[in-house]
């Protein structure tokens, strides 16, 4: 068994048993001589970095240029980010719910991920490098602040209920929720932002990638960034209400998700990436 195919394997089940460690923790149930769930999370985020390294040499390319070589990045950053901000703000709350969606996604970039067909010669360009880490950095900032938006209506619709049952006691308050939901939502757009312009200077500067404004890939980009458009606009406003947060941020996420796995797959592109 090769080394590529033993971490393909090994990679979502380390997520597997980090995500089962902070279900114990979430529940009051990890015993005290369990391995800690950050450093559970340390190892799984360190053998998934090993793997991208394997990617990148078994191929000579970044694996940012398919599909599933990008949701792997994808769940990588993701993994980075969270790990930063559970450091930073000492709180193991998010856990739970990121690596779920982290779990979700390696599995599926395990199984689908072709070595072969990571990247095409003609965009191995750093500029274009650069725009597709911009974008993949801000998609995993965007999905914080929806699993931020999740555990604020789920933390209101209990409090609404009266239901103070373990979930209500382990999940922060809706004050930091909003802190968390807005600061990624800013941290994703100027990436999102920064990834857009890139994204179309490199295009004036490969005109065989015919570029064209009626690309499925680029009309779902553009829609994803005037959503969270709206949503800086309106909090730089003043006028951003928690409901509109949260629909704001659901809703651009699930523009997020239909790009990756609608548009990708199904739906004719220009992008010659791959």
């Known amino acids: 068994m090769d080394t590529l195919l033993i971490l393909r394997i090994t990679v979502p089940l380390l997520y597997a048993v980090t995500l089962y460690i902070y279900t114990l923790e979430f529940r009051g149930i990890l015993k005290e001589r369990s391995v800690k769930p950050t450093i559970a999370l340390m190892i799984s985020v360190a053998i998934h970095l090993v793997f991208w390294v394997v ?10 240029g398919s599909l599933f070589g990008t949701l792997t990045t994808f769940v990588l950053l993701l ?5 930063l901000i ?17 779990l979700l996604l390696q599995v599926v970039a395990s199984i689908f991920i072709n070595p072969e067909g990571i990247s095409s010669p003609l ?9 597709v880490i911009s974008l993949i950095i801000s998609y995993s900032a965007f999905a914080l602040g929806a699993i931020a938006a999740v555990m604020h209506l789920l933390l209101s619709k209990k409090i ?4 103070l049952d373990i979930v209500y006691h382990k999940l922060p308050t809706l004050q930091f929720l909003r802190q968390v939901g807005i600061f990624s939502v800013y941290f994703g757009f100027v990436f999102l932002t920064a990834g857009i312009a890139l994204g ?3 295009a004036s500067q490969v005109p065989e990638a015919g570029i064209s404004l009626s690309d499925p890939k ?38 997020i998700l239909f790009t990756f796995f609608v548009v990708n797959t199904l739906m004719e592109t220009f992008h010659l990436f791959q």
Do not use: C
């Open 55 to 64: 990617l990148y040499s078994s191929s000579g390319k970044y694996p940012i």
């Open 79 to 83: 993994s980075i980010i969270y790990m």
């Open 86 to 102: 559970e450091y930073g703000m000492n709180d193991r709350s998010f856990g739970i719910f990121v690596l779920s969606l982290v």
């Open 123 to 131: 965009l191995e360009e750093v500029i274009f490098e650069i725009h």
């Open 160 to 163: 609404k209920h009266q239901e």
């Open 200 to 202: 179309f200077f490199n």
């Open 218 to 255: 680029i009309v779902s980009a553009i829609i994803t960034w005037l959503i969270y458009g709206i949503f800086v606009l309106i909090h730089m406003l003043k006028k951003l209400t928690a409901k509109s947060a949260i629909n704001l941020s659901l809703i651009g996420f699930i523009t």
